[in-house]
């Protein structure tokens, strides 16, 4: 049987305990093992004998307890397991219950009654009155609106300037991107036009006749008429 469904009865400490527990109890314990001479004075031998009874009783009730109170523990870790109650959420739940246990305490129903009396006061005087009239009246005078007007369009002048400088710059970067890949596309069909070949062929017969006939003592003449221009001649 399960210590933990025991039926203890404190005037009876031998009940509920197997006979391993009655075992590991010993005959005396504590003040039981005093020697009549150390008695105390004006204590008398039977006094002694009844005391050392009582407290081997007391000292079999702690330590059955103490076994029943182990099983109870375990009982529950056990029951706990079987919940899915983890350690995080008892601990979530004892400060639940902890905090609503302040809040219905004497103490802090106490304090929440003490600050809604000094709210009264405060919100009650004349100087809190007065206070909130003078900002009332600040913000319904015109200087008031017109200061909250003329910030209002400076801000919306501000969103709106930024605005058109953002469009501006990304219009320039699309423009400058568009005429880089026009740039890029069109230079090779300028190479193979025929204007730009034939003003290839002026400069290499212009170059032919100032560098090519005195380098080599010929006359000058074009070196189309003996080799044909090539049609990427280099400058």
Known sequence: MDSANQDINLNSPHKGLGSDSLSDVPEERGAAAVSPETL???????????????LTKVEEEIHTLRQVLSAKERHSAELKRKLGLSPLTEF????????????????????????????DKVTGCDVYVSASSTLDDIASS??????????????????????????????????????????????????????????????????????????NGESAHSPSESNPVQDNAPF
């Open 92 to 119: 979530k739940q004892n400060i639940t219950k902890s905090w609503q246990d302040v809040q219905t305490s004497n103490a802090y129903v106490k304090m929440s009654e003490k600050l809604g009396q000094w709210n």
């Open 40 to 54: 105390p004075p004006g204590l008398t031998e039977e006094e002694a004998e009844e005391l050392r009874l009582e």
């Open 142 to 215: 015109e200087v008031y609106k017109k200061t909250q007007e003329t910030l209002s369009q400076a801000g919306q002048k501000t969103s709106a300037a930024l605005s058109t400088v953002g469009t501006a710059i990304s219009r320039k970067l699309g423009d400058m991107s568009n005429y880089s890949i026009r740039h890029s596309i069109s230079m090779p069909t300028m190479r193979n036009s025929p204007t730009f070949k034939s003003f290839e062929d002026k400069v290499g017969n212009i170059k032919y006749k100032v560098v090519g006939g005195k380098a």
